[in-house]
T-cell receptor, first 117, second 114 residues
Framework: GAVVSQHPSRVICKSGTSVKIECRSLDFQATTMFWYRQFPKQSLMLMATSNEGSKATYEQGVEKDKFLINHASLTLSTLTVTSAHPEDSSFYIC?????????????FGSGTRLTVV | AQSVTQLDSQVPVFEEAPVELRCNYSSSVSVYLFWYVQYPNQGLQLLLKYLSGSTLVKGINGFEAEFNKSQTSFHLRKPSVHISDTAEYFCAVSDRGGSYIPTFGRGTSLIVHP
């Protein structure tokens, strides 16, 4: 079945630095990828939708300059948290959808636990 | 726009007992329905999905769910749970004719006691 690989699984960074998280679709071409943020004991909050070769669409309230999303190829999307602060600490999850999966559910990465100290 | 309500934030149950996790949705259009499971510090894994056809859907790990259009519900059930079923469960809905982007419920924490 479809597999999405997300790296790193955990990262600790200092306040003010930037962190890049990668999301790869391993056995299918993901025309659309999604980035979610999850706070403890809460549901997933959609941050942005990225389509290969075009700018990401951010949800209301998400700072596009802080959360840079690049979807340079059909198998790779990256989320860069720029100038990270402790309040950016969270669990970030990507998901991907290929053309043939428009109505069949989404494949999720294993998530990245970001801790900003 | 659609929304999902998971009525129980936490469901404790003893091992080998049956369990039902409730999910209700609202939408102005026809929908697809999903249940996902999330283990600690991991992403979401698809348990089952309802796209069309039979309203009783069987998924992985012995789970099943029934789509009830009149009650706008999609409750998840398992006749006998295991300790390993302890996890967070999310119900999700996406509209058939739009963006397909799923809307998630707040999640239900299933806690299986020995």
């Amino acid at each position: 079945g479809a597999v999405v690989s997300q790296h790193p699984s955990r990262v600790i960074c200092k306040s003010g630095t930037s962190v890049k998280i990668e999301c790869r679709s391993l056995d299918f071409q993901a025309t659309t990828m999604f980035w979610y943020r999850q706070f403890p004991k809460q549901s997933l909050m959609l941050m942005a939708t990225s389509n290969e070769g075009s700018k990401a669409t951010y949800e209301q309230g998400v700072e596009k300059d802080k959360f840079l999303i690049n979807h340079a190829s059909l198998t790779l999307s990256t989320l860069t948290v720029t100038s990270a602060h402790p309040e950016d600490s969270s669990f970030y999850i990507c998901s991907a959808r290929g053309d043939s999966e428009a109505s069949y559910g989404y494949t999720f990465g294993s998530g990245t636990r970001l801790t900003v100290v | 726009a659609q929304s999902v309500t998971q009525l129980d934030s936490q469901v404790p149950v003893f091992e080998e007992a049956p369990v039902e996790l409730r999910c209700n949705y609202s939408s102005s259009v026809s929908v697809y329905l999903f249940w996902y499971v999330q283990y600690p510090n991991q992403g979401l894994q698809l348990l089952l999905k309802y796209l069309s056809g039979s309203t009783l859907v069987k998924g992985i790990n012995g789970f099943e769910a029934e789509f009830n259009k009149s009650q706008t519900s999609f409750h998840l059930r398992k006749p006998s749970v295991h300790i390993s079923d302890t996890a967070e469960y999310f119900c999700a809905v996406s509209d058939r004719g739009g963006s397909y982007i799923p809307t998630f419920g707040r999640g239900t924490s299933l806690i299986v006691h020995p």
